[in-house]
């Protein structure tokens, strides 16, 4: 289970500089890499890239929903 949290980290990770890429610069380094948005290449790795952002809200929702002790105001 953790190396399929790591490898999907490293993917999300990919998946954000690209869009930081396509936002600063429009430029899609994935599609540079592999032949264009339309290439079969391409929409596998745009399709892992979201499938890892589906995975990693499952460790997401476990962190949120550990009931931690929280700090109490005091009036």
């Not at 998946?15 to 079969?40: E, H, K, P, T």
Request: charged share 15%; aromatic share 8%.
């Amino acid at each position: 289970m953790k190396a399929v949290n790591i490898i999907t980290l490293i993917l999300i990770i990919v998946g954000g500089i690209n869009w930081g890429l396509v936002g600063l610069a429009r430029f899609d380094l994935v599609a540079a890499l592999f032949g264009g948005q339309d290439a079969s290449l391409a929409r596998v790795v745009y399709i892992l890239v979201g499938l890892s952002a589906l995975w990693q809200l499952v460790p997401l929702f476990r962190a949120t929903s550990i009931d931690e002790p929280r700090a109490q105001s005091h009036r």
